[in-house]
């Protein structure tokens, strides 16, 4: 083989996290490449559901989330197009007293770090939105929340860092990395690239690369099943999820109602994944408890992709804990579609920078490390 190819970053994974990141290092000027095993976005990036919603997320995820949804607005400037970005609202609903106890207790978590919801049940809550179900007791609406198309947001971010001079490499499956010197050699069947700074976006297969940096972690396949209905007429403006997550739903304009809920099956190792018959009959009755106006309603696809999913249901993100110049940004745990574009640009800050103004406490992988001396269980 060759003498490898030299770069300022090395990217795995071309998902929107890493097609975000070579985007804003191209546009500081660094050398980038970014190696992804298939299509850019052929995994969780583009098999998702669509949601650009802050309200619901934890607290240590918010501060992404909120520097990620003033990037979203912004997105035919960066990248010339807004793949679809609409402010609908995200509506979550509560279907007992529990999660309605649940969605108030959030409140206060929302406000803490500026983000608006509006609290409504009774009355107020069907005037609003008259298409509910006697099932829904009350719901949390945050305006500035909304949807994307996820098949258009990695291939857009690819195609503009490519404009910027980054090298984006397709049906390029890193077969090996490790450190060399004052950084890392990354090794695919038929070339090898060298690089001072090594960011880790390969989601699932993120846990693969930060074992072989001393970094096992508890990641686990995530296979999200997803469909879409035949058209209906219009009237499901907002962006809709429950309490508890068992379910989630958006209508486009054409009157096709997207759904998700459950789990398919899948194999990270062909990879492949595919949905099930009957999680998808499940997830329509929960959709049809929430709007009766789906009962009866035809399914014409559906769908799964492969994402990690970590024991805390949040990702890695920041600096590895063995290997300095190893930045991780994977495990997103099904809800990393919004995250992307601001995880991208904080990867960029961490490599160029070594710092970013954006908090990232109870993200790190260090939370998974065994103290010195102990085995992991």
């Known amino acids: 083989m060759t003498a490898p190819a030299e770069a300022d970053v090395l990217i795995i994974g071309g998902g929107g996290a890493g097609c975000s990141a070579a985007l804003h290092l191209a546009r500081r000027g660094a050398?980038?490449?970014?190696?992804?095993?298939?299509?850019?976005?052929?995994?969780?990036?583009?098999?998702?559901y669509g949601g650009v919603r802050q309200q619901g997320r934890h607290p240590a995820e918010l501060p992404i989330a909120r520097r990620a949804h003033a990037l979203w607005r912004r997105l035919p400037e960066l990248i010339g197009t807004d793949c679809e970005f609409v402010q609908t609202g995200h509506l979550k609903l509560a279907r007992d007293e529990a999660e309605a106890a649940e969605l108030l207790a959030y409140l206060e978590v929302a406000a803490s770090h500026g983000l608006r919801l509006e609290f409504l049940e009774g009355p107020a809550l069907r005037r609003r939105f008259p298409w509910l179900g006697p099932a829904v007791l009350a719901g949390s609406f945050a305006p500035e929340d909304g949807s994307a198309n996820p098949r258009l947001l990695s291939p857009a971010l690819a195609r503009a860092a490519r404009q910027a001079g980054a090298t984006l490499l397709e049906q390029a499956a890193v077969?090996?990395?490790?450190?060399?010197?004052?950084?890392?050699?990354?090794?695919?069947?038929?070339?090898?690239?060298?690089?001072?700074?090594?960011?880790?976006?390969?989601?699932?297969?993120?846990?693969?690369?930060?074992?072989?940096?001393?970094?096992?972690?508890?990641?686990?396949?995530?296979?999200?099943?997803?469909?879409?209905?035949?058209?209906?007429?219009?009237?499901?403006?907002?962006?809709?999820?429950?309490?508890?997550?068992?379910?989630?739903?958006?209508?486009?304009?054409?009157?096709?109602?997207?759904?998700?809920?459950?789990?398919?099956?899948?194999?990270?190792?062909?990879?492949?994944?595919?949905?099930?018959?009957?999680?998808?009959?499940?997830?329509?009755?929960?959709?049809?408890?929430?709007?009766?106006?789906?009962?009866?309603?035809?399914?014409?696809?559906?769908?799964?992709?492969?994402?990690?999913?970590?024991?805390?249901?949040?990702?890695?993100?920041?600096?590895?804990?063995?290997?300095?110049?190893?930045?991780?940004?994977?495990?997103?745990?099904?809800?990393?579609?919004?995250?992307?574009?601001?995880?991208?640009?904080?990867?960029?800050?961490?490599?160029?920078?070594?710092?970013?103004?954006?908090?990232?406490?109870?993200?790190?992988?260090?939370?998974?490390?065994?103290?010195?001396?102990?085995?992991?269980?």
């Open 31 to 48: 050398r980038v490449v970014l190696l992804e095993r298939g299509l850019v976005g052929s995994q969780a990036s583009g098999a998702n």
């Open 175 to 377: 077969t090996n990395c490790r450190p060399d010197g004052d950084g890392f050699v990354v090794e695919t069947a038929t070339r090898r690239f060298r690089a001072a700074r090594l960011l880790n976006t390969a989601g699932f297969w993120g846990g693969q690369v930060a074992a072989w940096f001393g970094e096992p972690v508890p990641i686990r396949p995530h296979t999200p099943n997803m469909m879409v209905t035949e058209p209906i007429p219009y009237a499901i403006a907002p962006n809709v999820g429950v309490a508890g997550g068992n379910v989630y739903l958006r209508q486009i304009p054409r009157g096709n109602v997207i759904i998700g809920g459950g789990h398919g099956v899948g194999d990270p190792a062909v990879p492949v994944s595919r949905p099930l018959a009957q999680v998808t009959l499940r997830a329509m009755r929960r959709a049809a408890m929430l709007v009766p106006a789906l009962e009866g309603v035809s399914v014409i696809r559906s769908w799964s992709g492969i994402d990690g999913m970590m024991p805390d249901k949040l990702p890695v993100v920041g600096p590895s804990g063995t290997t300095p110049g190893l930045f991780h940004a994977f495990g997103f745990s099904g809800h990393g579609f919004q995250l992307g574009p601001a995880i991208g640009a904080i990867l960029c800050e961490l490599a160029l920078d070594g710092r970013t103004e954006t908090p990232l406490e109870g993200l790190s992988i260090r939370r998974f490390l065994a103290p010195r001396g102990v085995t992991p269980a």
